[in-house]
């Protein structure tokens, strides 16, 4: 198989794994679910002390960014801060795994990031415009 074949399969692999997003509501829900899950990933590497994947790492920090500059300060108000804050802390925790820290607190991270994403789906049919 040559570069430019391998290159167009791989283009298509990744087009067909990412799902389709329609609306704010859903560009959120989808951050917050992949931020999960690459939460779960690093733990579970370094409970079984396999390498950590930077691949990971990296989908932690955008998804951060991603959430952190989706924030409305003016609307959000206190909850807006309160939600910077919160993935402020998440993304101290992927940085302390960047740097092999041992003391990172993925699992209260990854916690967070869940209940978040539980409400986030409860208030979804009445926030989802599309």
């Known amino acids: 198989m040559n570069v430019a074949l391998a290159r167009s399969k791989y283009r298509q692999t990744e087009k067909a794994a990412s799902p389709e997003v329609e609306s704010p509501y859903q560009v959120i829900l989808v951050t917050l679910t992949e931020l999960e899950k690459s939460f779960s990933v690093l733990i579970e590497a370094r409970k079984q002390e396999r390498a950590i994947s930077d691949e990971h790492i990296n989908r932690c920090f955008t998804a951060i ?42 699992d209260e991270a990854r916690e967070a990031i869940a209940g978040i994403l539980s409400a986030w789906s409860e208030i979804g049919p009445q926030v989802d415009t599309k």
């Open 65 to 106: 960014y991603i959430l952190q500059s989706s924030l409305d300060f003016e609307k959000g108000g206190e909850l807006a801060t309160t939600l910077y804050q919160l993935y402020e802390y998440c993304r101290q925790q992927v940085l302390a795994v960047f740097r092999r820290e041992q003391d990172a607190k993925l």
